[in-house]
């Protein structure tokens, strides 16, 4: 199992996400790139990440779009917000979509470590939480009913699961 | 290409396409409604007078049939009376078999007393000599009669009377014959008089009102029996031949070339029929009914105002809805020079963003912590990066003070419409002479002095005749007016081109907000503009018909209240 933490960076300034890529990847953070707003929602379908990192004035499908898709149907995936065109409103707004911090552009490298590194805090913590819930569950199968009856209730796990 | 110079016109240019599109659409919409009434009722009148005149002409056949019968059965009538006139007399206990010369002159008296139709009167024996006779014709006393058709067929007939056509006989004057026998002991003894047949058609024609209708009276070979002396001569034939087969009816045949509808009835009493034809009216009949005529006349012009009315009323709501004035509102929060600045940050931002990574990724690069023993060919590509950000930086703020003067305002008094001239005259004449737009200036004599700055002034209408001059596909007009209010100045430039969305005309105003594609537009003119004119104390306004034209407003007070 891989233990480096997978990113997605959106943005659609093609020199500033490459840079900020190359940075993070030094830094030992697994980076998917995407460049709008669709390339984003085509990544989070085929693979799992752990945080996003969302520009909000993209052409296309804007920032607080994929946001709240991405807090739809991928719930673990927290977000981060980083973006030129700050203000107090669109924070607010964000953070009630849910999105876990907000920060302008050009960023400082350590403060953006500090919040990857709280997100993926939480992150792991929301994981357990769900795991130790699994855990529970499938004991609750394993000690009741007939063979076929674990089979199901299995089977109904699995589909929530996804 | 012609222009006009500063007409006074008090008609406004923001009307002026408004006007084009409201005519546009109420014409459009007239015609429709016209076609949808007015040809209907058209079509409905024409077809009622064609009903209508069916109805007459049937009304008139059936008017002469009832005629020609009524006559039919008065001449029959007449006839009969005449035959029983001489029934009489036959049959009369003292009527002498034979009678002499006076007897027969006693019994034409009598008969004249009946009628004075009656001529002579003839007495004739077995053999059917007329052996005794009164009248203007004594040569035809003693003359042989038993060869004569009718007698021979009064005998066949079986019948006590009969009637003759009439004929001309010796007398070479038309006349008729009515005789009638008698069997006395065996012996077949005939009585006849001979009839003018004038006075029976002045009895006909004066027993009815015919005015308007010839009568005439024809037998089985089409020969008049009686007609009016103006029309034809007894014996003739008649033009007009009537139907053996039916005893009534109606038929059209063709008199020196024009269509005569007739109709006839035949007589029980003799072989005739009586003809009944409408007297042809010179040009008069059109077939016209006054009064229809007039009531839709009425009805048409009433309809034609109705049209109007409403095409107007539809014009007027299209408009209301075609027309996307600009929402003030949300347009002056995001515009004001203030605002302005905040817009500018973002777009700055991002150059500065890829700057900061750009640095940042080659400090990581020369970092020892990281090991990538980093050549000068793998830096490289970040400088020029950052190169390329820092003149997109440049670049936009370059791009806003070439609109934005840095000197401050310079307020002094100008008259309007000599700065709108001197723009066009220096600058904009050369320009559109070339690209087939056509600058036309109505701008309102003697407006009042302003007190504003001009160079400021200037740039605002460069830059919304620039605007509108890129929005018109040639050819094409830009109108620029000038007028006051009494307290302000306004400015009217309304253009011909392809006009602003409703969905975007809200957003003209904002910074960096343009339609036109990368390269092409800052989208800086509008919010400079707007926050330019909000500083010398006046308004801008915005009114477009989509694909039809745009017009924006300026107002200015005299003086600025700051």
């Known amino acids: 199992m891989n233990d480096k933490i997978k990113l997605l960076i959106v943005d659609d300034e093609v020199n500033f996400l490459n840079s900020i890529a190359q940075r993070l990847e030094m830094r030992d953070f697994d980076v998917t790139r995407a460049s709008n707003g669709n390339e984003a929602i085509q990544s989070v379908n085929n693979d799992k990440f752990d945080i996003a990192l969302l520009d909000l004035k993209m052409p296309g499908m804007d920032g607080k779009q994929v946001l709240e898709i991405l807090k739809r149907e991928h719930k673990y995936i927290e977000v981060i917000i980083l973006t030129g065109h700050g203000s107090l409103e669109s924070a607010v707004e964000c953070t009630k979509l849910g999105a876990f911090g907000y920060l302008p552009k050009p960023y400082e490298l350590d403060k953006l470590l500090d919040i990857l590194k709280d997100a993926y805090e939480t992150r792991m913590k929301k994981k357990f939480e769900k795991d130790d819930q699994r855990l529970e569950q499938l004991m609750k199968i394993a000690t009741g009913g007939s063979a076929l009856s674990i089979l199901r209730e299995m089977r109904k796990l699995d589909d929530e699961e996804k | 290409m012609a222009k006009s110079k500063g007409e006074d016109s008090g008609v406004f240019a923001g009307n002026i396409i408004r006007d084009k599109h409201f005519k546009d659409i109420r014409r459009k919409h007239a015609f429709r409604l016209a076609l949808t009434y007015i040809l209907p009722f058209i079509f409905l009148i024409i077809f009622f007078q064609y009903e209508y005149n069916l109805l007459l002409s049937e009304g008139q056949s059936l008017h002469m049939k009832a005629t020609s019968e009524n006559q039919s059965n008065i001449l029959g009538l007449y006839l009969r ?82 009637i003759t056509d009439i004929y001309l006989g010796l007398r070479n004057k038309p006349h008729f014959t009515i005789a009638v026998n008698k069997i006395v002991n065996g012996k077949y003894y005939v009585i006849k008089s001979s009839l003018d047949p004038k006075k029976i058609y002045d009895f006909m024609t004066g027993s009815e009102q015919v005015g308007d209708i010839y009568i005439s009276i024809v037998n089985r070979k089409g020969q008049y029996q009686l007609v009016s002396t103006d029309r034809g001569k007894v014996l003739d034939k008649s033009p007009i031949i009537p139907k053996i087969e039916s005893k009534i009816g109606v038929n059209k045949t063709e008199v020196n070339g024009k269509v005569v509808d007739f109709a006839y009835s035949w007589l029980d009493e003799v072989d005739w029929a009586v003809i009944v034809s409408r007297k042809f009216l010179e040009g008069n009949y059109l077939g016209l009914h006054s009064s229809l005529i007039i009531i839709s006349v009425i009805i048409l012009f009433i309809l034609i105002i109705m049209i109007i009315f409403r095409a107007n009323k539809i014009a007027q709501m299209q408009i209301e809805k075609d027309i996307a004035k600009s929402q003030l509102e949300h347009a002056s929060k995001l515009a004001s020079v203030g605002e302005l600045a905040g817009g500018i940050a973002h777009e700055i931002n991002n150059p500065l963003a890829i700057i900061a990574s750009e640095v940042g990724l080659i400090k990581d690069k020369m970092d020892p912590k990281f090991g990538m023993n980093s050549s000068p060919e793998d830096l ?42 001197d723009l066009i005259d220096g600058f904009f004449e050369r320009e559109f002479s070339v690209s087939n737009i056509e600058i036309v200036r109505r701008l309102k004599k003697n407006i009042p002095s302003i007190t504003t700055d001009s160079n400021q002034f200037k740039q605002v209408l460069l830059n919304i005749i620039n605007n509108a001059a890129d929005a018109i596909t040639p050819p094409g007009k830009i109108i620029i007016s000038t007028t006051f209010d009494g307290e302000h100045i306004i400015i009217s430039i309304s253009d011909t081109g392809k006009g602003i969305k409703e969905e975007d005309i809200g957003k003209i105003f904002m910074p960096f907000f343009t339609t036109k594609e990368v390269g092409k537009g800052t989208g800086l003119g509008l919010s400079v503009s707007y926050g330019i004119i909000k500083n010398l104390g006046g308004n801008i306004e915005v009114e477009s018909i989509y694909r039809k034209g745009t017009t924006f407003t300026i107002k200015l007070p005299l003086f600025i209240n700051r």
């Open chain 2, 81 to 162: 009376e005449r035959v029983v006139n001489l029934l009489n007399l036959i049959d009369d206990p003292n009527f002498n078999f034979p009678p002499s010369s006076d007897d027969l002159e006693k019994y034409l008296k009598k008969l004249k007393l009946d009628s004075d139709a009656f001529i002579d009167i003839g007495f004739f024996d077995t053999s059917g000599i007329q052996v005794a006779y009164f009248g203007p014709m004594s040569i035809l006393k003693s003359k042989d009669y038993s060869k004569e058709p009718w007698y021979i067929n009064l005998q066949k007939l079986e019948r006590r009377y009969i």
């Open chain 2, 380 to 421: 490289e590509p970040h400088l020029e990066h950052i190169y390329e950000a820092v003149f997109r930086c440049r670049d936009i703020t370059r791009k806003l003070l070439s609109f934005v003067r840095q000197d401050g305002i310079e307020l002094r008094q100008h008259d309007t419409n000599d700065i709108i001239n």
